[in-house]
């Protein structure tokens, strides 16, 4: 089966979509963005205020792009940068463009220093310079300002710059030191920069070890979508099914949406390869929340489908423990995500 990278998965890996239309996003990747604000706006960050923009980035990263604009915007409005960052992406990505609302959230970030919020602003393949809600000279402006912060922090060692310029196109070299570093993201995004085929490896195998150690490096470091990568190639590899087994399993309780199905579906024994115990009611459950995801696309048409096939095999009351699952393991793990690059 090919995934949606055209690279051959034993796994299924989902992708969304907005309204039915699939999205596929080839945006290049950026930096993992701090979670520090203004000390003005910490000072006036309420409870409600926090919960909102958790809930509002949960709802993003599950593809929900418009559910999670009220919710962002309460944390925007507040003065949060990261929420603010968000919140632009939920509109241009509902929207199709950069349109003056989200510009002006990026804006807002961009002056607190979010430096993928000044990429996005100089942005060249935008359709925002034919609908007139971009300034060329401006977005190069920000480019400059982007790329001066990035160097200044990287040259310090800051691993998140160093990704930063690697967006930038600032060159491969600098998401390799990132790596280097022991960041697990960009660990990650190395690992799907060889596999894709970049970078120079003279001796044959050197690149398939390279992808592999990467995937290992960042999986080991808690990144979900790489523990999940890291299982398909072990398998593809022929390797031991046990740590195939066990990463699956560890990509599922991240939240990483392909994980999850991927896990359920084989405690379900739908596909019983990998020697999990037979687990309706678990399998049941978190196929269950899978199938009330609200951004749409395949990961929700498939759980929806593969809800009906585990119900095949239980009984009433079995269903509604695992339904009681559903909720237990929301409460006990982070959300569900595609875990789509920043």
Not at 310 to 318: D, F, L, V, Y
Request: glycine letters at 8%.
């Amino acid at each position: 089966m090919l995934a949606d990278t055209g690279k051959p998965y034993l796994f299924k890996k989902s992708r969304q979509s907005i309204k039915g239309q699939t999205l596929i996003n080839y945006i290049v990747v950026s930096t993992v963005f701090t979670l520090l604000f203004s000390s003005a706006a910490a000072a006036q960050f309420t409870p409600e205020q926090q919960a909102a923009k958790d809930r509002g980035i949960a709802l993003y990263k599950q593809s929900d792009w418009y559910d999670s604009q009220p919710l962002l915007q309460t944390a925007a409005e507040a003065g949060d940068r990261q929420a603010q960052y968000y919140l632009g992406e939920a509109i241009r990505l509902s929207k199709r463009y950069t349109t003056m609302e989200a510009k002006k959230w990026y804006e807002a970030a961009a002056e607190q220093g979010d430096l993928y919020s000044m990429l996005r602003l100089s942005n060249k393949g935008d359709l925002c310079k034919y609908m007139g809600t971009c300034n060329e000279k401006s977005g190069a402006d920000w480019r400059q300002q982007a790329l001066k912060i990035a160097y200044e922090r990287a040259e310090k060692g800051d691993a998140e710059a160093m990704t930063v310029l690697y967006t930038a196109g600032r060159g491969l070299g600098w998401l390799e030191k990132a790596a280097d570093a022991g960041d697990s993201y960009a660990q990650n995004l190395l690992a799907n920069a060889y596999n894709d085929g970049y970078g120079w490896f003279l001796i044959p195998g050197n690149r398939e070890k390279a992808v592999e150690r990467w995937f290992k490096a960042s999986a080991e470091g808690g990144d979900p979508e790489a523990m999940f990568s890291y299982a398909n190639l072990l398998y593809e590899n022929n390797g031991d099914m046990k740590e195939v087994a066990h990463w699956l399993k560890r990509s599922a309780e991240g939240g990483y949406i392909a994980g999850v199905s991927n896990y359920a579906i084989r405690l379900a024994h739908l596909s019983d390869e990998l020697g999990y115990p037979l687990d309706l009611v678990k399998a049941y459950g978190l196929t269950y929340l899978l199938s009330k995801l609200e951004g749409g696309g395949t990961a929700t048409e498939n759980g929806q489908r593969n809800l009906l096939k585990i119900a095949e095999k239980m009984n009433e009351q079995e269903i509604q423990e695992g339904i009681a699952f559903a909720k237990e393991w929301e409460k006990t793990h982070p959300p569900l995500s595609y875990f789509d690059p920043i």
